[in-house]
């Protein structure tokens, strides 16, 4: 074989030589046939030995991205295999024009864009079967797709001249500074380049090809899936964003990753020459772990090759470039490392240091490039990377578990660089969570800040991109397309596990286009870039092309106030509207510009610019401001008041002060709400008044460079005939019973359509007993006599309308005779009786209240029921203060089989049924010992128990100790029930919820004297 390595050519430029080994490679995911053949990978590196207690399992989770009309060839993988492997679909449909074969290369050509999941099975010589399910990512392919032949360029990583003569040294002097009061590079080509497009215009930047610095063939990772090199296509095109280097002025990109590439090279654009150079060449890596690769000179010193969505990250005061990964290669999770253990752990975040960017050294130690081809001994390592190894130095509780599908936002606080990042939390979940990191100093990753800032509850999960604002502090991320944008407010404290919890946002759109694109699916808003921009106050959402809204925050944090705005199309050059696998962090405010800018392209790399609306360019003389029309209402006058239905002018004046300025656009809005649109005077259309209630007119004036005004608002009202009342009696019920002497709360609920009740008046057998203006809408009865009594209650409004309850009976009865026994059944639904309070405990839910279940039960002790009745007068129950108790039965009906014997153990915690759970006695007050258990909790000594056999039916409990207690002056907080005998399995007993039969509630059945 010819040796590639010729040491007497200069390293800038080595012509190929062919070696004897052919290869295909998918596009995009690892890239199109490689011309220049190279050697297997097998030939000169050995995996290292399996495991022998590791299980055999299919090493993919998806194949490389996919591009239409472009062959594939990739081999699937399993570990810990004995004999050969066979593989089939077990389930799903591959995309059109792809097949599996048996030995397990997926072949062919996709068809058609889109995102399917499939199941695939792999089973062995001996037997064991293993599957996995892989996505396929098929995207419309870039334009201009190259061969991946080598050139000079390659070789230098560099363009060889500079095609637009500027100056492309990395200490090009940085004369602006940004708010927070970091250097800014002058970038004045590209300023000047702005200036020759209109506000709301783009324009291409970049002056050379992406693909034309790639790491040569030659010094490439081999890919065991493709069995040859991929392509750096990968770094743009799969689930990708890059970071502005502010100071330099430069775009840095890290990615590919996963099943696509697993090269860990930096590249960057630098907006000083409009050049794209290669900053580093890749590692060589190898197997650790079933499917995990790391840097040939370990995790330490270089990370592997990821997915990196939106969280790559450049932090200017350390000015390093912060990498956290994503899908990392061939995992697709989180970084990780050996613990020492015989398992792995995660590791990362890593820094990259741009001043030692060079296009010729590895990014690690010397040694550790790619030498499967050559040793190429000249290239050196530039040791550019630090491993920060958060999990050596914080607990797990403070440190993301993966940052799949994430996203980054910028902070600095204190002088220092802080990292707002959404995040999976350790364990393997997939709910995103909001962390805070602090770099603290760059040399010691020890003294970093973590901390987990906010918790996901019900917001939509999944692919997002996410900014700060570091004004209202918010982190703000788009979701899907149900509820399309959600928050998290770090000014709030963390408070419990689920404590800043993010908050779906309320906006609206007069247009509402882009609820209606991602409705019909033409735009995906989890594929969209999105982007804070300091100077406007807003942020910017970009889904490709035109499509552009800008979203503004209301003047204080809520969740409600938002507006979405789309911009304008002012015609010009465009970038495309394919985003394929998501745009993400491919999306950037740059500072240096005011201007957004954009990549695209996996081949050439192309570099946008998007110059927003009131552009202020940095460094030089501004541009004329524009300035917002005016606007105002003519028609109606605020307090016009109008009939119901009467057809009503609405009218505006609107005019433009800018010299050559025009109104193009007025919208009258009812309500807040865009009913009509004109686009030419006379401003005013003809609308009808609701049939109740008022309303709210407004315009709002467009002119010709985008500004926007809205008028003030005029409320009309509208008069219609006052409604009657209604009432009705919320107590006592009906039925229920008093003794003589007995204080009877009677209370009303009242409403009125016109919300202005007057007075409430409460009537006994038709004689008045009070009248009340005011909630609540209440009264005490002390005086009534014996026998039956008939309430009622009217309601009175503002306007002298009038209105009855149905009426209550009630029966006032003589107190029973000194020493007679008297029964009372307590049971919730009898006699009026709504004392009862019950619910579970549950040691596997132990924040979980299960105050509202229709049943009470026990489990192998997992469950502990709870319940209460109001007994005594003090309480709101029946039973005189002063009685003397003769017997007290608790009475539960077993609704299943088994049988059992339940103690009653008095409670000592003022439990509340729809907090309390396992953890809690109630809201803000914990259980001394989880289960109610502790000594605090509830008595040691049962107040009594019962037993039941295998049949349902009613258990009693003898409680007459506890209740005796409780009309001494005990507390009533009521017992918990513990099985202290019997069958173990479940066993319900009907709760007061129970609503098919009342009368199987739990009733405590009492039994007392009056002296």
């Not at 690769?293 to 470039?321: C, E, K, M, Q, S």
Request: with cysteine; hydrophobic share 40%; charged share 15%.
């Amino acid at each position: 074989m010819t040796n590639r390595h010729t040491p007497s050519l200069p390293f800038a430029w080595r012509a190929p030589v062919a070696v004897a080994a052919l290869m295909l490679l998918a596009s995009c995911g690892g890239g199109q046939p490689d011309p220049q053949p190279v050697l297997k990978a097998a030939a000169v590196r050995q995996a290292p030995p399996v495991r022998a207690q590791e299980a055999f399992a299919i090493q993919d989770s998806a194949a490389p991205i996919l591009s239409v009309g472009r062959a594939l060839q990739f081999r699937l993988s399993a570990s810990n295999a004995e004999g050969e492997v066979r593989w089939r679909v077990a389930a799903g449909a591959l995309p059109q024009g792809l097949r599996l074969t048996p030995n397990g290369d997926l072949l062919g050509t996709a068809q058609r864009a889109g995102e399917t999941w499939v199941e695939v099975e792999a089973v062995d010589a001996a037997g064991q079967v293993a599957q996995a399910r892989l996505r396929f990512s098929v995207v419309e392919p870039d334009a201009a797709e190259a061969s991946d032949a080598d050139s000079p360029t390659r070789w230098a990583g560099r363009a060889l001249r500079d095609p637009v003569g500027a100056a492309a040294g990395p200490d090009r002097r940085a004369r602006a500074v940004a708010a927070d009061g970091t250097p800014l590079a002058d970038l004045p080509e590209l300023v000047a380049l702005l200036r020759t497009v209109p506000e709301g215009g783009w324009v291409q930047v970049n002056a050379n090809l992406f693909n034309s610095v790639w790491t040569p063939a030659d010094l490439r990772v081999w890919e065991q899936n493709f069995g040859g090199v991929g392509q750096p296509a990968s770094l743009i095109t799969a689930w990708s964003g890059f970071a502005w280097d502010s100071r330099r002025g430069d775009l840095l990109l890290f990615g590919g990753g996963h099943a696509n590439y697993g090269g860990n090279e930096v590249y960057r654009w630098r907006g000083s020459t409009r050049l794209w150079e290669r900053a580093s060449l890749p590692s060589d890596i190898q197997l650790f772990r079933a499917g995990a690769f790391h840097a040939v000179d370990g995790p330490d010193n270089a990370p592997a090759a990821a997915h990196t969505y939106d969280n790559n990250i450049y932090l200017p005061v350390a000015d390093r470039f912060l990498v956290l990964g994503g899908a990392s290669y061939n995992t697709g999770g989180a970084y990780v490392r050996d613990n020492g253990s015989g398992g792995t752990r995660v590791t990362g975040p890593y820094l990259w240091d741009p001043a030692k960017a060079d296009p010729m050294k590895v990014g690690g130690t010397t040694g550790s490039h790619v030498k499967r081809v050559a040793p190429f001994p000249e290239v050196t390592g530039g040791a550019m990377w630090q491993n920060r190894d958060a999990a050596r130095y914080f607990a797990p509780t403070s440190i993301p578990g993966a940052h799949l599908q994430g996203c980054t936002g910028y902070a600095q606080e204190g002088g220092k660089d802080v990292v707002y990042m959404a995040a999976r939390p350790p364990g393997g979940g997939t709910s995103t969570y909001l962390y805070r990191l602090a770099l603290n100093d760059v040399g010691n990753p020890a003294a970093d800040t973590w901390s987990r800032v906010g918790a996901w509850w019900d917001t939509p999960q999944g692919q997002t991109v996410c900014a700060y604002d570091p004004v209202q502090r918010l982190v703000v991320r788009v979701a899907d397309k149900t509820r399309p944008f959600a928050f998290w407010n770090v000014a709030t404290a963390l408070t419990g596990p689920n404590g800043n919890a993010d908050k779906t946002l309320s906006y609206t759109e007069a247009s509402g286009e882009l609820q209606a694109l991602l409705s019909a699916g033409t735009l995906s808003i989890q594929n969209c870039g999105f982007d804070f921009d300091p100077v406007r106050r807003d942020h910017v959402l970009w889904c490709g092309a035109d499509y552009l809204w800008r979203l503004k925050p209301p003047a204080t944090v809520s969740t409600t106030g938002w507006t979405l705005t789309r911009q304008p199309n002012v015609g010009g050059a465009l970038p495309s509207a394919n985003v394929g696998t998501g745009i993400l962090g491919k999306w950037k405010y740059i500072p240096n510009l005011d201007a957004f800018m954009a990549l695209q392209n996996s081949m050439e790399g192309q570099v946008w610019l998007y110059k927003p609306f009131g552009w202020q360019p940095p460094n030089g003389t501004p541009a004329p401001v524009n300035q917002p029309p005016s606007v105002a209402l003519s028609a109606p006058r605020q307090g016009d008041v109008v009939a119901p239905g009467q057809a009503m002018t609405v009218a505006a004046t609107a005019s433009d002060p800018d010299a050559g300025g025009s109104v193009v656009k007025v919208e009258f809005l009812e309500n807040d709400l865009v009913v009509a649109t004109l686009t030419q005077a006379p401003w005013q259309v003809v609308r009808n008044a609701p049939a109740t209630g008022s309303v709210r007119f407004a315009a709002r004036a467009t002119d010709n460079a985008g500004a926007v005004t809205t008028s003030s608002t005029v409320t009309v009202q509208v008069q219609v005939p006052n409604q009657a009342p209604s009432v009705s009696l919320t107590s006592p019920q009906s039925g229920q019973t008093f003794v003589l002497g007995q204080p009877i709360v009677i209370t009303a609920q009242p409403s009125d359509p016109e919300g202005q009740v007057a007075s409430v008046s409460f009537f006994a057998n038709g004689v008045p007993l009070a009248t009340v203006t005011q909630a609540p809408w209440s009264t005490t009865w002390s005086q009534a006599s014996l026998g039956t009594k008939v309430l009622t209650a009217t309601v009175t409004d503002a306007g002298g309308l009038t209105a009855n309850a149905s009426a209550v009976s009630i029966t006032v009865q003589a107190p029973p005779e000194t020493g007679t026994p008297v029964i009372r059944v307590l049971q919730d639904g009898l006699a009026g009786y709504n004392g009862t309070r019950d619910a579970n405990l549950y040691v596997w839910w132990p924040t979980t209240n299960l105050g509202a279940r229709t049943n009470l039960a026990d489990e192998y002790g997992s469950y502990t029921p709870v319940l209460r009745f109001a007994i005594f007068a003090r309480e709101g129950g029946p039973i005189p203060d002063n009685a003397t108790i003769v017997s007290a039965q608790l009475g539960l009906f077993k609704s299943t089989a088994y049988d059992v014997t339940l103690s009653a153990y008095r409670l000592l915690c003022d439990w509340n049924e729809v907090t309390v759970t396992w953890n809690a006695c109630r809201s803000g007050t914990n259980w001394a010992s989880p289960g109610a258990v502790g000594s605090s909790d509830a008595l040691a000594i049962a107040d009594g128990s019962g037993a039941i056999g295998w049949p349902a039916g009613w258990m009693s409990i003898d409680v007459g100790p506890g209740v005796r207690a409780m009309q001494q002056g005990a507390v009533n907080h009521g017992w918990k029930l513990r099985r202290t005998a019997g069958n173990p399995n479940l066993k319900t007993f009907w709760s007061r919820e129970y609503a098919l039969d009342p009368s199987l509630r739990p009733k405590l059945t009492v039994t007392y004297t009056v002296p």
